[in-house]
């Protein structure tokens, strides 16, 4: 697995735009005008420096990817997503890594309540800490807000994948 940092748009990189785009386009279920949002806003700021991104590789697939925000008055990780077939094998984590390189160690992020369950205790073990933010804007549903200022390195956990008979691997 590669984790690769960009900071700046690049125009022979429009296929990985559009397959960035591709993977992470069923966060629209939550955020309705996400699609307006990766290509207008998104790339646009790319473009002025004020965006960056980090994508994990697994041979030639995409296994996640990082949108941030990274200016000086915000420093965020608009965007964290990795496709269900690379869940919970380390890629949220070195993603969330890469973040701490690009942001610093103070940066923050907003989730879904309805994705609550499945990042906040990733979240929490990361060094996030919650806060609920009780808004909706463009009909996007109420979020929690995460926080990270730990000088803490974040290092990789060892997890437990069920493997057939009810075994256990460990990856680290």
Known sequence: ????????????????????????????????????WYYHTFLEDLKRGNRAYAVAVHRADLAGCCLMKDTPKEKKICTLFVPPKYQRQGVGTDLVRAAVRKL???????????????????????????????????????????????????????????????KSRLIS
């Open 1 to 36: 697995m590669q984790v690769l940092i960009y900071s700046a748009y690049h125009n022979g990189h429009k296929a990985l735009y559009r397959d960035l785009y591709e993977m992470t386009k069923s966060i629209e279920e939550n955020y309705p005008r996400y699609r307006d």
């Open 104 to 166: 610093g160690t103070a940066f923050s992020l907003t989730v879904p309540l309805t994705k609550l369950p499945s990042f906040s205790p990733f979240l929490t073990r990361l060094g996030f800490q919650m806060d609920m933010i009780p808004f909706q804007n463009d009909n996007t549903p109420k979020e929690a807000l995460f926080t990270r200022s730990s000088p803490q390195p974040i290092q990789r956990a060892h997890i437990l994948l069920p493997v057939d008979n009810n």
